[in-house]
């Protein structure tokens, strides 16, 4: 059995499963937000079912947070007394939640081994540990919540082997870009991706990765956890995990090899995250806004990158760069590293942790015609706003040397 296979099987409670079966499973974690969990709290409460287990549900209130309008005011309050009332105890909100897929992380929510479901898309991100973890619908939510389990098919897999090292402002994000350039959209439409040869990389990087396996319609991405892993988890938890290996005749549908010293700084190109290219072939692009933050790229190495290129410079005139930190200790680290002032001095503006204007949310929405390089996960039709705007996917390093130059830029062009 491959990686995914095997923690599968073992929360299924079977000896071995095989692509295409049908599985209930005990899941570890149950994750909703302000827009996904009120959908679940209400088939609950039609069908009269109850939580559980409380401790196995986090909800985190960050998609449409601190509140843009009355309706999404309503659905995080309807949250908050479904928190209240079944004492979950992971429920985070304005000014202790951060982005869901930064937060969980850091907590220490996702290990190595489990099996975590979430009505998010990219739930995914948790794969960066070496967990099994996958967005599902709000139904499957509120079943997960009240039974503890869930059913799945099981995903044939891709094993992609990373070799070689980065070049420097190479990042995780050029590695998924890169990847999903290769596969397309639906080049692992309900597959796992599973990730060999990553040793040299960050867990940032590694949660990057996961975070966007969906792009190319994977089921999940998921790295085995090793001793990278264990530093990163060693004071964010002391619960028992397994870190689970793949068998040594796995089976995989497809093979493929990145070599991360070929690999240069990558940009997605509008409307999809394969349509990709060098950020060097791309300079022409003028834009109007540089987002930096989202659960894909707003941990604190992320505002390290971008402050690296913004020291000394200046946001060029005519473009809006918005950063946002993807927790309250993402944006704690910042501020004692002096990184808030360097993004407060070229120019940027700081939010508060949000999902923000990754969906169109708030917090940097976009209009007719307007460009936009953002470190976000999605460059869909209307994604970010109007729907005759245009987004340009890309890592913080080439967002902010973007904002500085007023076009997209390849970092060491700047520096």
């Known amino acids: 059995m491959t990686l995914t296979q095997t923690i599968l099987a073992r929360k299924a409670g079977l000896p071995s499963v095989t692509p295409g079966q049908l599985i209930k499973a005990?899941?570890?974690l149950v994750l909703g937000n302000?827009?996904?969990?009120?959908?679940?709290?209400?088939?609950?409460?039609?069908?009269?079912?109850?939580?559980?287990?409380?401790?196995?549900?986090?909800?985190?209130?960050?998609h449409f947070?601190?509140?843009?309008?009355?309706?999404?005011?309503?659905q995080c309050a309807a949250v908050r007394r479904f928190a209240k009332k079944n004492r979950i105890k992971h429920f985070?909100?304005?000014?202790?939640?951060?982005?869901?897929?930064?937060?969980?992380?850091?907590?220490?929510?996702?290990?190595?081994?489990?099996?975590?479901i979430g009505a998010d898309s990219h739930t995914c991100t948790y794969g960066g540990l070496g967990a099994f973890a996958a967005g599902v619908g709000?139904?499957?939510?509120?079943?997960?919540?009240?039974?503890?389990?869930?059913?799945?098919?099981v995903p044939e897999a891709i094993k992609v082997t990373l070799a070689g090292s980065l070049r420097p402002y190479v990042?995780?994000?050029?590695?998924?870009?890169?990847?999903?350039?290769?596969?397309?959209?639906?080049?692992?439409?309900?597959?796992s991706l599973e990730f060999f040869g990553a040793e040299s990389l960050s867990i940032d990087d590694r949660l990057t990765v996961a975070n966007m396996a969906i792009e190319c319609g994977a089921k999940n991405g998921i790295f085995p956890a090793d001793g990278v892993t264990l530093g990163y988890l060693k004071g964010r938890t002391d619960r028992e995990f397994v870190t689970d290996r793949p068998d040594p005749g796995a089976v995989y549908a497809r093979e493929v090899t990145v070599r991360l010293d070929a690999l240069e700084p990558t940009v997605a190109r509008p409307h999809l995250p394969s349509n990709v290219a060098p950020a060097s072939a791309l300079s022409g692009v003028k834009i109007d806004q540089a987002v930096i933050g989202s659960c894909t790229n707003g941990r604190i190495s992320d505002l390290r990158a971008a402050a690296e290129i913004l020291r000394g410079r200046k946001v060029a005139n005519g473009v809006r760069c918005i950063v946002i930190p993807g927790s309250q200790s993402v944006m704690l680290d910042a501020v004692r590293e002096g990184l808030i002032e360097v993004f407060l001095e070229a120019g940027a503006a700081v939010s508060t942790p949000t999902c923000g204007p990754c969906l169109g949310g708030h917090m940097g929405i976009l209009?007719?015609?307007?460009?936009?390089?953002?470190?976000?996960?999605?460059?869909?039709?209307?994604?970010?706003?109007?729907?005759?705007?245009y987004i340009y996917l890309a890592s913080p390093s080439v967002a902010a040397a973007s904002a500085v130059t007023g076009t997209i830029t390849s970092p060491e062009a700047v520096v």
């Open 26 to 28: 005990k899941v570890d």
């Open 34 to 62: 302000d827009i996904t969990a009120p959908v679940a709290i209400r088939e609950m409460e039609t069908h009269g079912l109850r939580v559980s287990d409380p401790d196995k549900i986090a909800l985190v209130l960050d």
């Open 65 to 74: 947070t601190p509140n843009k309008d009355i309706a999404s005011a309503a």
């Open 92 to 116: 985070y909100d304005v000014g202790q939640m951060g982005i869901e897929h930064v937060l969980l992380p850091e907590l220490g929510l996702a290990a190595p081994g489990e099996l975590i």
């Open 138 to 153: 709000s139904t499957d939510m509120a079943a997960g919540m009240a039974s503890g389990e869930c059913w799945l098919r």
């Open 171 to 191: 990042t995780g994000k050029d590695i998924i870009l890169s990847l999903i350039g290769n596969l397309g959209v639906d080049g692992a439409r309900y597959m």
């Open 367 to 389: 209009s007719e015609g307007e460009v936009c390089v953002s470190t976000t996960n999605r460059n869909f039709v209307g994604r970010m706003g109007h729907p005759q705007s």
